[in-house]
Nanobody, 127 residues
Framework: QVQLVESGGGLVQAGGSLRLSCAASGRTFSTIAMGWFRQAPGKEREFVAAIIWSGGATYYGDSVKGRFTISRDNAKNSVYLQMNSLKPEDTAVYYC????????????????????WGQGTQVTASS
C-alpha cells in the first residue's frame, strides 16, 4: 500500500504561480513513476505531467507544456508540480498518482497506468 498526500493548492490570479507537493508513504520502494492529473467539474480527468522515478524522464500534457514543471525528491519520496503563468482554464482539482506495478504497455498519460491516488487539492486561477 502507498499513501499520497497533496498540498499547495489555492486561489491565485491568472498569470500567477503555485507549487504543488505530493508526499508518498508506505511501499515507496516500488515506485516506477509518479504523475499529476486534474479534473474540472463536468470534465474527464486530464493528464498534466509525469516523471519516471529512476532516471527522471518527464512527460507533459500539451496544455501545460512550457508553463508547468514536474520534479522529484527521491530521498523525501515526494513529487512536485511548479505551475507558472496560470490560466483560468487550469482551474481544477489536481491529483497525484503513483505507479508501482509494471505496466509499460499502458501509456504514461492514462489514469489506468497508476495504482494509487491522492485525495486531490483544489487549484483556482481567477481572471
Amino acid at each position: 500500500q502507498v499513501q499520497l498526500v497533496e498540498s499547495g493548492g489555492g486561489l491565485v490570479q491568472a498569470g500567477g504561480s503555485l507549487r504543488l507537493s505530493c508526499a508518498a508513504s508506505g511501499r515507496t520502494f516500488s515506485t516506477i513513476a509518479m504523475g499529476w492529473f486534474r479534473q474540472a467539474p463536468g470534465k474527464e480527468r486530464e493528464f498534466v505531467a509525469a516523471i519516471i522515478w529512476s532516471g527522471g524522464a518527464t512527460y507533459y500534457g500539451d496544455s501545460v507544456k512550457g508553463r508547468f514543471t514536474i520534479s522529484r525528491d527521491n530521498a523525501k519520496n515526494s513529487v512536485y508540480l511548479q505551475m507558472n503563468s496560470l490560466k483560468p482554464e487550469d482551474t481544477a482539482v489536481y491529483y497525484c498518482a503513483t505507479q508501482v506495478r509494471t505496466r509499460y504497455a499502458t501509456p504514461i498519460n492514462t489514469p489506468r497506468r497508476y495504482d494509487y491516488w491522492g485525495q486531490g487539492t483544489q487549484v483556482t486561477a481567477s481572471s
